[in-house]
Each structure stands twice: as C-alpha cells, then as structure tokens.
C-alpha cells in the first residue's frame, strides 16, 4: 500500500467515429481501495467506493428535491433529473469538487451500473403492461394515437423545409432538427400512466382515453423511429445491410413472443393459489431478461429494447407480475434510476445555448414549441371531433404532451451518438421538464373528475318508487366480505313486489399492472389471479338468487385499481345503473374474541371519497359476526334477528329509517325503533320547523308501512353525551345489528358534540365511531344521505347532486 502511485489514471483524446472522443487510461488493480486511506490515499480514486459515494449523494439530492417538489405534484422521476441537473450545475462551479467527486475515470462505471438500472426499470414497465388493452382500442384511439405522432412531426418537417433559404446555420444543426421533432412528437405509454397515476385519474374516463391512445402513440413511434434508425445507420456505413437486421429484430421478436412467452406463462400457471413466486422462477427470468438485454445490444438496439420487450411477456398482475415488481422496482427506481438521470444531467450544458450557437439555439427552441403546439392542438380539435367534452379534450391534450424517463432515455442516447447538438439536447430537456410539470401542476389542481358526478335526480332509499327495483351496489374487497353482503341482502328483504338488483363490484389493489380494470364477470379469464375468487363469489351469489326466485337480479363486475382513484369506478357505475345505496365494508375486521384482526388503511381511503362524492346515499357496514354468521337472517333460526335503530332526525337519520322500514317486514326479522331527544333545547339552536315536519312525516310513514309487524317503538331523552352512551349499552343484549345514520338533526347535534370530539373514525360519525369500539359486540351500519347542493341560477333554483 505504501508504494501506490499518485496518480490513478490519466485521460486525453483519440481520433473517434465522428469527433475526436476523451480516453481514460486506469491501472488495472483500481477497484478496492482496501483501508488505503490509512496511508495518504484517496479513497475515491478507486471505482467501488467513488461508486457507492455517487450513489449515496444522487438518492439525497433527487429525495430533497422531491420532498421540495412535492407540493407542487411533481413526479419522483422529474424531481430526480431537477435534482440531479441543480445539483451538477453546482459541482461544476468548483472543479476540484467536480473531478474529486464525478471525475472522467468514474463515470464509465456510474454510467454501466445506470444502464443496468435503467433495464431493470423498463422491465418492470413492460411487466405492467396489460397487452389485451389493445383489443380493447377502439378505431378512434387508434386514428389519435397515429396522429398524435405524425401530425406534429410532419408539421414540423413542412417548416423546415424553407429554413435554409431564409437564415443560415451549420450544417449540423440542420441535420439534427428533424430528429428533435421526432422526438418531441413522442409520447410514450409509461409516462403517460405514471402522470394519471400519480394524480389519481388512472381509471376515470380521461385516463382510460389517455392510456389506449398513448399505447397506440408509443407503437407507432418506434416503430417509425426503429426503421428510420436503421435506414439511417445503414445508408452511413455502405457495408451494413438495413433489411438483413430488420429481420433479425423481427425473428428475436418473434422468438420472444412464441418461444418465451408461452415457457414464462406455464411457469406462472404452475403457482398454486395463493402461493407466492418461487425463487427458482425469479432466477430464471432475471437470466432470461439479461440474455434479451444481450441479444438486444447484439442486434443494434439498447439493452434496454429487449428488457422491455421480456417484461411484456411476463403476465402482468398477481401472483408473477406482481412479485417481480416488489422485488426488482424498489431497488431499480429508488438507486439506479436517478444514476441514470445523474449522467444525463452531465450532458445538459446551458452554456451551449448562448454565443454563437445562439441562432441554432433560437431555431431549435421554434422547432420543440411548434412541435408541442402541433400536438396539443391534433389531440384537442381530435378529441373534440369524437365527442370529449371541452374540459376533458383541454386536458387529454395537456396528458398527451407529458414525458417520462424513457423520453429522457431516447434524448441521451441520440446525444451519445451525435445525432444531435448539445444545445438541442439541452432545450428537449429543459422542454420536457417544463411542459410535463406545468401539466402535473395544472392537472392537480383544476382537474375534477368528481364534476361528472353531478346530477339533477338524487337516488336514494327514500325516493325509491314501491314497485321499481332497489338497485343497491355492493362492494367486495375479499372474500371474507361476501357472508355479510349476502346476508344484508336477505334483510332487505327481496320479494316479487319489492324486488332488488344488485351491482357486486368485486374491487382488487392494482399490483404489477400499469393500467386499470373494469370488466363484467364474462372477461374473468383476462384477468388469471381473480378466477378463483371470482367463481366462489358468483357460487355464493347463485344459491341466494335461487332461494329467492325471482326477487333478486345480480350483476358482477371486476375493477382493478390504485385505492386512491378506486373510488371513480364505484361512483361511475352507481351513475350508469342508478344506484340507490352504495354499501361498503369498514375498513376494520374483527376476530372470534372481539379483537381487532387486521385493519386496511386503503379501504378507509376508498369509503372517504365515496361518502364525499357519491350521489347516491351510502351504508358502512361493520360486521362483527351477527351478519354473515351463525346469527345470519339465512340461518332459518327460530330467534327473530333483531334490529335497532336510533332516530335523532335529519337526512341520514330518515334514510336509514327508510332502509330499516323495508327491513321490518322481512317474516323473521324484528325491529326497534329509538326515538331519541334532547331533555333540554339550546337556545342558541334555531330549530328547522321544515326538517322537523319531514322527520314527524317519516316516522308517520314508517308506522304505516310496518303496521302489524314485528316492531316496537320507544321515546328517550338524553340529557347529554353520557347518557346516550348509557342508553346504547343498555339496548347490546337484545340487538344483532344497529343501524344510525351518520349525522343528525340540530337536536341530534346538540347530543353527540361530546362523542364527536373524540372520534376516531369520523366517516361514521360520532355514534357509529362510539359503537364501533370494544365495548359493543353488535354490527353496525352507518347511513348517509348524500346531500344536495341548490344552485340559483336566473332566478330558478335547481337541485344537483354533491
């Protein structure tokens, strides 16, 4: 160690393909630095640590950019090039730091290990694929999808042909302006989906539109940039033949799709249900997509083309799909991407883009914004022909220009190859990063889906007409849901005269898919992993169907998406089938001894925001086991299933009195009515006499309805807060399930401000929060009315849906 020499290695320059290129010369034994910093070394002269250093400082910086970025809904991928393009341009201000951090000799390695990287990423990408989305494009996407590549291009390729005549610039720069329009007319799928994923709009109608025609962009770009390529390469040296390799890309395709395909999908039908991937099966595919990443590099394309291309044959979803992307995303995106985007910041040089280049760079800028133009308006006056609504053919245009790190990708590896200038690699970049986060920006905060929502009939329990169907949609997160649904079903009493249909929405997380889902049972088979489960749900759904004959119509669909954005498939098809009570499970399950089992914190998520949008009303249902248990209506016991419900008044009171009136003429069900009151009146409360006649008239109409039923009703006062908790313990013993609703009246304001000031779930207000905890045993459904908003507008009023 004592007799290392001072200098590591030494750079200069060597006559190149194109231009004169920079060689390193490194002594062969510089890779372990071996604790030689005990002896007067540098540490990060040697090729792992100054690795390990580089990527210890890129995860920081892109992370503290992103956690800066953050409020302006910025990307993970885009803060990490922002970061990493600040972070160099500050480097390069002090040269020592620049070359005692990234110098010449280390960059070789960073930019291996990146690449590697980059072809784990795009792996994982095309894993997240769902191929049968293109046979689900309909000849419009496709016609949008063709032009919102080629319209821009060739507008752009029409304005440069007069440019020589009218100012003069190298010959170089006017080579490269056509590979910047080509480039700038891209638009790939997987920055497309990682935009709407990001924002939540994944699996509205926007995001479907988006994802079918970015899907039919991206073909049709490489394909188009994949020929051009190669006639291009071929045309430079005479001695390589452009139809010979063509024919080798397509055979190695054709080999991908017939040979490997079918091998991956017997691996992944060989997994028993429920079971995970077995290591075995991960090794051989991670060696299989290495050799794809080599035989790609063999044939003339990046590494990263046969990546993509493997990733597409890997069944998408649970179990394959998904257990590769936990494996491999984690460490590819959060380490080794941002070393990608470290060395393509290296390359962004603001400084080319004044002095004597600054014509070519006012020419290129003109070429990046027309091209941007021509896209935006193809996509717009496009989607407008096809009958998108103004806002959303406005922002399906903004979504259409948005780019992502296979874009940044492609600009770094035309750099590489001197296709084009450092000042147009520069702008695309620069372009890219402002285009796509005003975009995010302006998506996230003036974009609402929820705006569809709204509509001028609300549906609901109590304006539900005797002699039409109840149409009541149901939500099933796991099977363990499907007892308590059934038997819920049953206590609503289905009969020839008032008959029920059912929407069963068997809703699934996204995992190791790049789209969503929203298919009718009949499509199962596209979907491997919810077969099983799906066919037991339908088993459990026919044997009800057929104890009622005839007074049940049920219809199951299969939704597959982010727990964020899980709620636009839920209210979209409560609109479309007009549904009058949405029910969904609480987010909590408990065990035999009353102990909380398992919690799911993204079902929570989903009952927030279909209590806040939907418009229709809306029933938690918190089943402890007197529901779908041996306690259940179908049991055919000799008990009565007895049923509470407290009345404070306001909307969601009358709903659920609504709900419990059908309920109570069910032959073994019995029923309570409370009829709970404040002992003194705030004066400070103004008392609503029109909400107080349309309680009074709900309580007259739910004792007509019920006449010779089993049911009872009692008066109760309650002073405050204390003694409805005392009340609520006194009615557990002869109760199977309460029904409340989830807010009340003023006098039922007055009574439950001391419960809500400590509630812990306040989506179900604050005696559904009380009556959830341990000291109940019974289950509990919490109503909500979904209010109405009274728009004046010209001097009528109208009534919409929130």
């Known amino acids: 160690m004592a007799h290392l020499p001072a200098i590591i290695s030494s750079e200069g320059y060597v006559e190149g393909v194109n231009e004169p290129e920079q060689m390193i010369c490194q002594y062969l034994h510089s890779t372990n630095s071996m604790g030689c910093s005990w002896f007067g070394c540098d540490v990060s002269a040697f090729s792992l640590p100054l690795l390990m250093l580089q990527l210890s400082i890129i995860f920081f910086v892109s992370h503290t950019f992103f956690f800066i970025l953050k409020p302006l809904r910025q990307s ?317 053919a406005f922002h399906f245009a903004m979504i259409m220009c948005t780019k992502g790190i296979i874009d940044v990708s492609a600009y770094s590896l035309i750099r590489s190859s001197h296709a084009v200038t450092e000042q147009a690699y520069s702008l695309l970049i620069l372009n890219m990063l402002i285009v796509t986060g005003s975009t995010r920006l302006l998506l996230g905060h003036f974009y609402d889906p ?52 059912v929407i069963s929405m068997n809703l699934q997380q996204l995992q190791g898919r790049a789209s969503a889902i929203l298919v009718p049972s009949s499509h199962v088979e596209k979907i491997p992993s919810a077969q099983t489960r799906m066919l037991q749900i339908i088993k459990a759904y026919n044997y009800f169907i057929e104890r009622k004959k005839g007074s049940v119509v049920v219809e199951h669909l299969i939704a597959m998406a ?98 419990s009136s059908r309920m109570a003429q069910h032959p073994h069900i019995s029923l309570l009515l409370v009829l709970l009151k404040p002992q003194y009146m705030d004066m400070e409360l103004t008392p609503d006499l029109y909400e107080k006649k349309l309680d009074a008239e709900m309580i007259d109409r739910f004792r007509v309805e019920c006449k010779g039923r089993d049911i009872f009703i009692q008066q109760q006062v309650a002073k405050d807060a204390v003694e409805i908790v005392q009340l609520l313990r006194a009615m557990e013993k002869g109760c199977d399930l309460f029904i409340v609703g989830r807010e009340h009246g003023y006098s039922g304001s007055q009574l439950t401000y001391g419960i809500s000031e400590w509630s812990e779930c306040p989506e179900l207000g604050g005696i559904g929060d009380l009556l959830t905890t341990s000291d109940f045993q019974f289950s509990v459904l919490v109503v909500q009315q979904q209010p109405v908003d009274t728009v004046d507008f010209a001097g009528e009023k109208f009534a919409f849906g929130k």
């Open 76 to 392: 993970i991928l885009s803060c990490q090039l922002i970061g990493c393009i600040v972070f160099i341009w500050f480097v390069r201000l002090d040269k020592n730091l620049l070359n005692q951090l990234f110098p010449e000799s280390g960059k070789l390695v960073l930019d291996t290990v990146a690449n590697f990287g980059f072809l784990l990423h795009v792996f994982i990408v095309g894993v997240q694929i769902d191929t049968n989305i293109l046979k689900s494009v309909q000849r419009h996407m496709v016609l949008m999808g063709c032009m919102s590549f080629f319209v821009p291009y060739i507008v752009c390729c029409l304005c440069l042909m007069p440019l020589n005549n009218m100012v003069t610039i190298d010959d170089f720069s006017s080579n490269t302006l056509p590979f910047v329009a080509a480039l700038t007319s891209l638009t790939t799928f997987p920055a497309v989906t990682n935009t709407l994923l990001d924002l939540n709009l994944l699996n509205c109608d926007l995001g479907r539109l988006s994802c079918s025609t970015a899907l039919v962009t991206d073909v049709c770009s490489y394909v188009t940039i994949l020929a051009l390529s190669t006639i291009g390469v071929a045309l430079e040296r005479s001695d390589w033949k452009p139809m010979e390799n063509i024919l080798w890309i397509a055979c190695f395709l054709l080999t991908i799709c017939y040979v490997l395909r079918p091998f991956v999908l017997w691996m992944a039908r060989r997994i028993p249900e429920g079971q995970q991937i077995k290591e075995s099966q991960f090794l051989v595919v991670l060696v299989a997509l290495l050799l794809c990443g080599f035989l790609s590099e063999c044939l003339g394309q990046n590494a990263s083309f046969g990546g993509f291309t493997m990733g597409i044959c890997v069944p998408d979803g649970p179990p394959f799909g998904s257990a590769l992307v936990n494996r491999i995303d984690w460490m590819a995106t959060t380490i080794l991407v941002p070393a990608k985007f470290a060395i393509c910041a290296f390359k962004v040089n603001l400084k080319s883009l004044v002095g004597d280049k600054v014509l070519a760079s006012l020419i290129t800028e003109g070429v990046i914004s027309i091209a941007y133009l021509a896209k935006f308006t193809c996509n717009f006056l496009l989607a407008m022909y096809f009958n998108v609504s103004l806002q959303d």
């Open 450 to 501: 929820s705006t569809r929502y709204r509509t001028y009939k609300r549906n609901s329990i109590l304006e539900c007409e005797s002699d039409d169907y109840l149409r009541m949609l149901v939500c099933i997160h796991n099977e363990e849901d499907v007892p308590s649904i059934i038997n819920l079903l049953e206590a609503s009493n289905p009969t020839k005269h008032q008959r029920i249909e």
């Open 562 to 659: 982010p727990y964020g954005s899980m709620h636009e498939d839920i209210i979209t098809i409560a609109i479309n089938k007009c549904a009058n009570i949405i029910i969904v499970p609480f987010h909590k399950r408990w065990a035999i001894d009353g102990t909380i089992e398992a919690t799911f914190p993204g079902i929570r998520t989903v009952n927030y925001k279909i209590m806040e949008k939907a418009p229709c009303s809306i029933g938690i249902l918190v089943d402890r086991g007197q529901i779908g248990g041996p306690k259940s209506v179908l049991t055919g016991r000799t008990k009565m299933f007895r049923i509470t419900q407290l009345f404070l008044g306001g909307a969601d009171d009358r709903e659920a009195l609504a709900y």
